[in-house]
């Protein structure tokens, strides 16, 4: 029986996706399409560094393969997560000086050959009655089906001004005087005209 992460005929740049991620999802392919529509319309490759930023407005699965085709991390600085709950992605280029948005603009309507399956996946999944198997089932045919479908039926494309991000800041750090532990100084919070850490300043009792 064919399952979620034995599907057949995957492009090979999304298997990689996949085995970064640990599994296939639609989520992960919002993310593949939104890589490959940007390297389409920028003409680029995978970045080595930080000449590609990618600012995204969630912390869903999609991150993960924007992270494996376009090269972007939060260590390098270079893949930013404004966790606004919107599936909604800018993808700017340094060297090319452009920068394009992209977002969903509707609710997502199955639109493949198994129909029926998919309204009665749908049902059993809103009425907490599906099992595990019906789950995986029904991202099966959301994958497929988003597989199949052009970009533009998905995703709103907006070309916006170039704005270049900052490089990942280097900065020194400086010991909370509270926990003891090494704080990058921008990062740290005045309280009582003592420098601390952010959890440090969050307590509602100060021993100093």
Do not use: W
Request: aromatic letters at 8%; glycine letters at 6%.
């Amino acid at each position: 029986m064919q399952t979620i992460d034995t599907m057949p005929d995957i492009p090979e740049d999304l298997s990689r996706c996949v085995e970064f991620h640990g599994h296939i999802c639609p989520g992960l392919v919002y993310g593949y399409m939104v890589a490959k529509e940007a390297m389409k319309l920028m003409h680029l490759g995978r970045a080595t560094d930080e000449e590609i930023v990618a600012i995204c407005e969630n912390d869903s699965c999609a991150v993960d393969a924007l992270q494996v085709l376009l090269g972007t991390s939060t260590g390098k600085g270079n893949l930013i997560i404004r966790d606004y709950g919107k599936n909604a992605y800018t993808v700017l280029s340094r060297s090319g000086r452009k920068s394009y948005r992209f977002v969903r603009m509707a609710r997502y309507e199955y639109q493949g050959k198994e129909k029926s399956a998919f309204k009665r996946l749908d049902a059993a999944i809103a009425d907490g009655m599906a099992s595990e198997g019906d789950r995986r089932h029904m991202k099966l045919l959301k994958v497929k089906d988003l597989l199949g479908r052009s970009f533009d039926e998905i995703f709103a494309t907006t070309a916006i001004p170039f704005d270049e991000p900052h490089y990942a800041p280097l900065e020194r750090s400086e010991l909370c005087v509270l926990c003891g532990e090494m704080t990058m100084a921008s990062k740290m919070v005045v309280v009582k005209d003592r420098r601390v850490c952010i959890p440090c300043s969050q307590k509602r009792v100060f021993n100093f």
